[in-house]
């Protein structure tokens, strides 16, 4: 009988079900375990490696659904045999990844995804034909910052709907957020410190790394960045997301906004106001933007449709105050924005013609009604408490009961993803036993079922607690 | 009677006629020259100035064709009434720009022009249509270097066409060069130092100054960048264009190619393959990419759709070696491609489909006949001759009975704008008397008119030479 060399890591990078799956996934497929060779039992599984039944069941589970093992009634489990499977498809300089085990489910609570089923495509579609047919012109060469008819169109959505003051020649359009953010560290220069949110949305925490910018993480309190760790911080860009903190849910008042708008006019300072999510707010006035607060020119405001839209409509934008235009057309005046024309004609019809804010109201209220739906049927879930849900298409979600890292594998254990709050925090202690919550991507009718699995999973007292 | 108070820069950024026209219209405009009074007389500007009269008709006919200005016959020229003209639109915050003078010109031999008049419309206005209408699942989240479809079948085109080796996985795709190069940057990281050809394409430069990248200038002979100088440079990436080289239109023997990629095997070197203008070729069999003869995966394949298509489609693409695939997943493997999915869906069938390929076949005729007519024509002009001329959708010419900066200023005074070579020369001497001459904008049609003008521009002997 085969012997298990194994040992699983608590903390690991990946679910303890999904460390075990993945092992015994490579022994078979390289022949460690032979074809027909008894697996150990789910009772020696436990006993070896100290996890829970549920662990060792949702490995198992694994095995059985991706062939890797078959099931004989009262007698166990045994390996497949996949090596004669695989031989006649021949692929041999590779080994094949094995595949994402939960990926059935794993898109349901992600923070990136969004409902798209209200997107209009016939209109959309129908924009397309008529400017691609009409528009010859646009297979020309475009300038740096985007269409003029776009820049206009943007200028007054973000007037009306967030009180953002601009010239339509402040925008700049790009090929989403990360090339705009990128370009903006471009303009900084290399000896900028940055201040980061932390918790915080971990993109640019990346692109920073990546270009080995300084970063400072500035803690949060209830009313979004800590002003006092920030004035001390010595940082020269503040990164917030003041309309609805990722991930902490926050929505930032307005006297945090004026101190940190004070903050950056005392000093050459700036801040990038990522006005994520503000597009859905449930019950009560959205705050207008910082953008619109500042007097100084200090605030870079930025936005995407990748999530009030659809996340690959690759169009972000953000409003340059007069000295950093300046700059951007200094250096990147002569290149040509990353948009294609015809997307950018469209979205400005788009935006213009109406289609925008309908599809804002239809969508905002299936998210409204979504979220009511959901966290109506979490109250049933004993130990479970909700924050952050007064915006945004996120929340948190904390039950003491068990830990984070029991949360979420016994979640996984019933093939739900979930994903934890410490994964974000750098400095700061995480909210204990806290997950963070999408629900952009959760089809409403299976909120009953979803929520009785996480029932399930969480049901029993925190009995294997260390 | 108006006394002028300007002295002309002859080195300046702006022809002189361009500078004359300038002033007079600011002038005009803020009513230092009165509505109705008179010019000074063509002959007193060129006897103040020093300039020829070429260069005062062409400031004149600029200022009567803005509408700055009215010819009386047989009294010279009087300022218009342009406060009283402006005054009913109101326009007061911002000062107008003065309009750009020659903008009628200017693209006709501007080498990032491309003729799109066979730009097959009805084809990728369909493809758009059923790609939209049939895959909403495009709207959701795309990966880090885009559609497999597209990956499958730029590898295809580029194994048939380029003879580039890769899989399909190997492939980046990214909203222009630019984009591409970019991240590039960050992957080697700050202390690498890039080897650019000199004279070069200029787009690489201003972004590696932005980032403050170490930048080592190597020469070129007649086989492209010199392969001794960049050996002694102690660079880590070099860029080259070795299908038509910008500007000088070399097309790099294997010889070279080999020397080069042996430097690059030698250390932990890269190559930055831009596989410019290789689309078209005039005469003689195209050579394949380096990529194809690097045995070490030493070179990064470049292209571009935006010369060969139309400017205005943002896509490129990158063929990463497996080194650098991983660290490109490692810093941007969580990101989105910065390119629609709609949009990469669409020219992957553009591709599959055949539209791309006979799209080529028709251009590349047109361009050749464009190109044979224009050589013809200026053939006819003295002193001219033409070199690089092989390929691409560029040459050189040369005329050695006037300077640079004289042969432009003289093409500039009949509304024909042209570069100097000297701008794109770092450490190197210029060849003397030399242009850079872009055709893809320029129609056919119009090419004996065209030559005409400079056969007349360039008419007299160099008299005026210092």
Not at 7 to 15: H, R, Y
Not at 183 to 197: D, M, R, S
Not at 264 to 276: F, K, L, Q, S, V
Not at 322 to 338: I, W
Request: net charge neutral; glycine share 8%.
């Amino acid at each position: 009988m085969y012997h298990l060399n194994l040992t699983l890591d608590p903390a690991g990078k990946k679910p303890m079900y999904e460390q075990l799956y993945r092992f015994l996934a490579d022994e078979i497929r390289s022949g460690v375990i032979g074809s027909g060779e008894r697996l150990p039992s789910k009772r020696a599984l436990c006993a070896q490696l100290g996890v829970s039944r549920s662990t060792v069941e949702a490995a198992c589970d694994l095995l059985l659904a991706e062939g890797y093992a078959v099931s004989r009634p009262r007698s166990g489990f045994f390996a497949a045999d996949v090596l004669t499977q695989t031989a006649p498809t021949e692929q041999p300089a590779r080994k094949p990844a094995p595949p994402e085990p939960v990926s059935r489910e794993e898109d349901l609570f992600s923070t990136s995804a969004v409902d798209v089923s209200q997107f209009p495509y016939a209109s959309w579609a129908k924009l397309y034909r008529e400017v691609i047919y009409h528009s010859p012109a646009l297979l020309q060469r475009g300038g740096a910052q985007g269409e003029p008819e776009l820049q206009q169109a943007l200028a007054r959505l973000l007037s009306e709907y967030r009180s953002v003051r601009c010239d339509p020649e402040q925008i700049v359009v790009g090929s989403g957020l990360e090339t705009l953010l990128s370009q903006l560290i471009t303009l900084f220069g290399p000896k900028t410190v940055y201040a980061l949110e932390d918790p915080g949305y971990p993109f640019l925490e990346r692109t920073l790394r990546a270009r080995e910018r300084a970063i400072r993480y500035i803690p949060l309190d209830g009313d979004g960045m800590d002003a006092a760790a920030l004035e001390a911080s010595h940082a020269d860009v503040a990164y917030l997301t003041p309309s609805h903190q990722f991930p902490m849910g926050v929505t930032m008042p307005a006297s945090r906004r004026s101190r940190l708008l004070r903050w950056a006019e005392a000093g050459d300072r700036w801040i990038i106001e990522d006005d994520y999510d503000s597009e859905f707010r449930y019950g009560g006035r959205p705050l207008s933007s910082m953008q619109g607060m500042d007097r100084a020119e200090r605030v870079i405001y930025t936005g995407t449709f990748s999530r009030s839209l659809a996340p690959s409509i690759r169009l972000a934008f953000m409003v340059l105050p007069h000295a950093l235009l300046e700059r951007f057309r200094a250096v990147f005046g002569r290149e040509q924005t990353t948009v294609s024309r015809y997307e950018q004609t469209v979205m400005a019809r788009f935006l213009d013609e109406g289609f925008y804010s309908r599809y804002l109201r239809r969508v905002g209220l299936l998210y409204a009604r979504r979220r009511d739906a959901l966290l109506e049927a979490l109250r049933g879930i004993d130990g479970v408490t909700v924050s952050g849900a007064g915006g945004g298409i996120h929340f948190l979600l904390t039950n003491p009961r068990w830990t984070e890292a029991e949360l979420i594998e016994k979640a996984a254990a019933r093939g739900l993803r979930l994903a934890g709050l410490s994964s974000l925090c750098r400095t700061v202690p995480a909210l204990a036993s806290t997950l963070i919550v999408g629900y952009g991507g959760l089809p409403t009718a299976r909120i009953p079922e979803i929520a009785q699995k996480l029932r399930e999973a969480w049901a029993e007292n925190g009995q294997g607690r260390p």
